[in-house]
Nanobody
Framework: QVQLVESGGGLVQPGGSLRLSCSAS????????MGWFRQAPGKERETVGV???????WYVESMKGRFTISRDNAKNMVYLQMNSLKPEDTAVYYC????????????????WGQGAEVTVSS
């Protein structure tokens, strides 16, 4: 069983930055691929990217450049650094965990956090 808790969401002005954190309660954190996803109001959930414990990362093409995923395996943490935020980045951001990276990249996962709301507005 994996429990995920996101934090760090909030209101940020356009052009600003925000870092989301996701804490994982699991004994074998390194055996899980971690992903970040988001769901904007009235839209389907979309994948931001995933990170393997090895340090390898993969991002959806549209997310490259402004979003960076990192993980600290010693602390069971995964982070999403978001820069140059735009109003269209407003969404609930979720972290998720799965042992299957292909499944995760398709937007599916065995374990999900409750989400962190990010609002980009002046």
């Amino acid at each position: 069983q994996v429990q995920l808790v996101e934090s760090g969401g909030g209101l940020v002005q356009p052009g600003g930055s925000l870092r989301l954190s996701c804490s994982a309660s699991v004994q074998s954190f390194s055996s899980y691929v971690m992903g970040w996803f988001r769901q904007a109001p009235g839209k389907e959930r979309e994948t931001v990217g995933v990170a393997w414990s090895s340090g390898l990362k993969w991002y959806v093409e549209s997310m490259k450049g402004r979003f960076t995923i990192s993980r600290d395996n010693a602390k069971n943490m995964v982070y999403l650094q978001m820069n140059s935020l735009k109003p269209e980045d407003t969404a609930v951001y979720y972290c998720a965990a799965d042992r299957d990276s292909n499944k995760l990249r398709r937007g599916q996962a065995d374990y999900w956090g409750q989400g962190a709301e990010v609002t980009v507005s002046s």
